[in-house]
T-cell receptor
Framework: AQSVTQLGSHVSVSEGALVLLRCNYSSSVPPYLFWYVQYPNQGLQLLLKYTTGATLVKGINGFEAEFKKSETSFHLTKPSAHMSDAAEYFCAVSTPGAAGGTSYGKLTFGQGTILTVHP | ETGVTQSPTHLIKTRGQQVTLRCSSQSGHNTVSWYQQALGQGPQFIFQYYREEENGRGNFPPRFSGLQFPNYSSELNVNALELDDSALYLC???????????FGPGTRLTVT
């Protein structure tokens, strides 16, 4: 079974400050890891993903995340927050498999972190 | 290229009624997954359809059922609605890759 824990349901930063959203996962096999963003009354947009290879992954809007196997973490960062970053962020995990395999690409999400950016 | 669309946007139903939600996959995508997102929670996996067959199910009762059509569009049906079924229902489509799932905007279901 796999699970995701996001530390901090609410994070507040000032515009221009570092954004750090924490995610820890549990998986019995090497995971695929994702960060999604959700703006009010909208669906989910993929920010970035880790599958294999380089452990530091870069995504859209200046976000990046680092896969640390020893810490079972996949924290999301952005050097300088912008007002438009205010949204809810979800970390998710899935396990690899073959197309057509049971629940192929099934995502298990964390509870979400609401990011507030102050002027 | 058209993205994932869902209809209706909002829906209000009474406890005990039945509801059908619709999802149109991104062009060429053969896999559709449905998720339930209760207020203040992360999305929960309901089930997945791959090439018109159910391909895995989360911890949801049988009154949650679905279909996938030859054009890969999909329906989610919920019978005997309960108050706790009030949520945002999201569908996501993909094509032979678990890494690129595209989500629709969701249907907000309110059960009174």
């Amino acid at each position: 079974a796999q699970s995701v824990t996001q530390l901090g349901s609410h994070v507040s930063v000032s515009e221009g400050a570092l954004v750090l959203l924490r995610c820890n996962y549990s998986s019995s096999v090497p995971p695929y890891l994702f960060w999604y963003v959700q703006y009010p009354n909208q669906g989910l947009q993929l920010l970035l993903k880790y599958t294999t290879g380089a452990t530091l992954v870069k995504g859209i809007n200046g976000f990046e995340a680092e896969f640390k196997k020893s810490e079972t973490s996949f924290h999301l960062t952005k050097p300088s927050a912008h007002m438009s970053d205010a949204a809810e962020y979800f970390c998710a995990v899935s396990t690899p498999g073959a197309a057509g395999g049971t629940s192929y690409g099934k995502l298990t999400f964390g509870q979400g972190t609401i990011l507030t950016v102050h002027p | 290229e058209t993205g994932v669309t869902q209809s209706p946007t909002h829906l209000i139903k009474t406890r005990g009624q039945q509801v059908t939600l619709r999802c149109s996959s991104q062009s060429g995508h053969n896999t559709v997954s449905w998720y339930q997102q209760a207020l203040g929670q992360g999305p929960q996996f309901i089930f997945q359809y791959y090439r018109e067959e159910e391909n895995g199910r989360g911890n949801f009762p049988p009154r949650f059922s679905g279909l996938q059509f030859p054009n890969y569009s999909s329906e989610l049906n919920v019978n005997a609605l309960e108050l706790d079924d009030s949520a945002l229902y999201l569908c996501a489509s993909s094509m032979d890759s678990p890494y690129e799932q595209y989500f629709g905007p969701g249907t907000r279901l309110t059960v009174t």
